[in-house]
């Protein structure tokens, strides 16, 4: 473009020149002015060009800074399109969770609902089950007590009948929770080294059977005990060991109380030989204690 202003104010110079040859001074002086002109308005033109090409640079860079921001925008656009996904799908996820939730809270409520009716109804049973238990306790209590009453009735008949034999210390008679214990000496029922219940033996138990035929709220039970004395060799054919003879002393006195009446199914027999002492074996006291038939009066099973 510059090159061409160059060459067309040189042409108009030449032009210029060889018309000053055939024109008037005044029409050279006028060429010369308009070639001034020319000149100025090529350096104003000259000058714009250099201010536009200025200017165009200029555009150039800050049209390639906005693409530069653009590009960063597009890059950020695009990020925060991606977070907008990522959090559009963990709103949803959340939503969805919270479905659940509320599904298993539901469902939560509804089985402790379930589980509280069936508590309340569990607890309705057990206080009539209670009180049902508190009945039947009143109950159980009172029959005890009247058994405790027909027990100590009995011991006090027990007391009243044997009182001679107890104050020679022949019998003695005991009676705790419920349990009474009538304990005879060996030597007021059987004679030495016998089983056999001698005659005055029996007369002491027909006192017992007279008060024992009145008891059928118990069980009775004939226990037969001896000292630590082996069985002599004239008895031992017939009672090997203190077990036997025990054994045999309990079972003819069981016999005895059924032969007076006592129900056979309320009777039992218990032999323990030396092996449940009540005194020291080592005196003669002692061993006279241990010798003993006790009769026994305990709740039915």
């Given amino acids: 473009m510059r090159e061409k202003i160059v060459l067309a104010f040189l042409v108009v110079l030449l032009a210029a020149g060889m018309s000053a040859c055939s024109v008037m ?24 060009h250099d201010d536009l090409a200025a200017e165009n640079a200029a555009l150039k860079a800050r049209n390639e800074a906005l693409l530069a921001d653009l ?33 298993i809270l539901q469902s939560k409520s509804d089985s402790l609902s379930q589980i509280i009716f069936e508590l309340r109804r569990k607890v309705a049973d057990l206080d009539a089950e209670n009180a049902n238990l508190r009945a039947e306790n009143a109950s159980l209590a009172k029959a ?23 104050s020679r210390g022949q019998v003695t ?40 035929k009145d008891v059928n709220d ?49 009777l039992s027999a218990v032999a323990y030989g030396e092996w449940k002492p009540v005194a020291t074996n080592d005196t003669e006291e002692g061993k006279a204690k241990n010798r003993r038939i006790e009769i026994i009066l305990v709740p039915k099973e």
């Avoid at 990522?86 to 479905?99: C, E, P």
């Avoid at 009474?180 to 007369?203: P, R």
């Fill in 173 to 212: 008679i005991s009676e705790l929770k419920g349990k009474l214990t009538v304990n005879m000496v060996d030597s007021i029922l059987f004679d030495s080294g016998k089983a056999e219940v001698k005659k005055g033996g029996l007369e002491i138990l027909g006192k017992v059977v007279s008060i024992l």
């Fill in 218 to 266: 118990k069980s009775i039970r004939i226990e037969g005990h001896t000292d630590d004395v082996q069985i002599s060799r004239a008895l031992a054919q017939r009672y090997p060991t203190n077990w036997e003879l025990s054994a045999a002393r309990a079972i003819n006195v069981a016999r005895y109380l059924q032969g007076q009446g006592i129900d056979p199914g309320h």
């Fill in 71 to 103: 590009a960063g925008m597009t890059l950020q656009k695009d990020k925060l399109t991606t977070d907008l996904a990522y959090v559009t799908g963990q709103r949803d996820k959340v939503a969805a969770d919270k479905a659940d939730l509320d599904g």
């Fill in 25 to 48: 001074q005044g029409t050279y002086q006028m060429k010369v002015d308009e070639a001034d002109s020319l000149t100025k308005r090529l350096t104003a033109l000259q000058r714009k």
């Fill in 144 to 166: 005890r007590e009247e058994q405790v009453q027909k027990v100590s009735s009995t011991y006090e008949s027990l007391l009243e009948k044997m009182k001679t034999e107890i």
